[in-house]
């Protein structure tokens, strides 16, 4: 399937865990395919992880423009970090890799990102101002700032430090797994992190993406902090969306 005048774009969400990819109208945000779902290879290796995403285009039967959003600190398609992923990807040039690999022009953003700019759009994000973060919480915690409707990108907050190590290793799904913590004891926890959050950039609105924001109702009670906090509508569909549109605003530059 080609890209085509209703301006379809791939987009393609790379995780810890699984690297997922749909068609998306980029004028409505709806998928226009069920989205598929390949595991991230172990270790998850450049060559590894690029020859994962290729195949997952070519499931698609895809030769356009592909949005990916990735797992990393990313600076004009370079990979600056590597929090959940193999350290090898760090310095590397992830859109170069992944056109690569894949035969197509791909253009690359941080994962959070582009679950933010979907729920912006899209979501429950329309119309806010002020400060507005989206905290993704699945193998670490993403997150997406915005400003008045713009993207501040790469603002990683699952790296600030709390107890002493960087706040997902005590506050994201990984660690309430990892520990085999209930709803509650990991709830209450997450409520610290998002008081932490808070306490340092008093934000408007924190929405909830990834995974976790769709048990909301089994930790709401806990969630105390003094701000709006509600689960993004869009929920785990946002990074596809999200890269889809990063992809066609960037065509159009």
Known sequence: MQEQEQKLILGIDIGASGIKGAIVDIHTGKLQNERMRLVTPDPATPEAMAATFAELVDMHKWKGLVGCGFPSIIKNGVAHS??????????????????NASGCKVKVLNDADAAGIAEMRFGLGRGEHGLVILIT???GLGSAFFLN??????????H???????????ASNN?????????????ARFN????????????????????????????????????????????????TVGAAMYAYEMSKK
């Open 82 to 99: 590597a929090a959940n992923i193999s350290k090898k990807w760090i310095n590397q040039d992830v859109e170069k890799l992944l056109s």
């Open 137 to 139: 919480i699945g193998s």
């Open 149 to 158: 409707g713009e993207l501040v990108p790469n603002t990683e907050l699952g």
């Open 160 to 170: 600030m430090f709390l107890h002493g190590d960087i706040a997902e290793r005590y």
């Open 175 to 187: 660690a309430r797994k990892r520990e085999n913590l209930g709803w509650d004891e990991w709830g």
């Open 192 to 239: 610290e992190y998002l008081e932490y959050v808070n306490h340092i950039f008093s934000p408007d609105l924190i929405f909830l993406g990834g995974g976790v924001s769709k048990k909301f109702l089994k930790y709401k009670e806990h969630i105390t902090v003094d701000v709006r906090v509600t689960p993004a509508q869009l929920l785990n569909t946002a990074g």
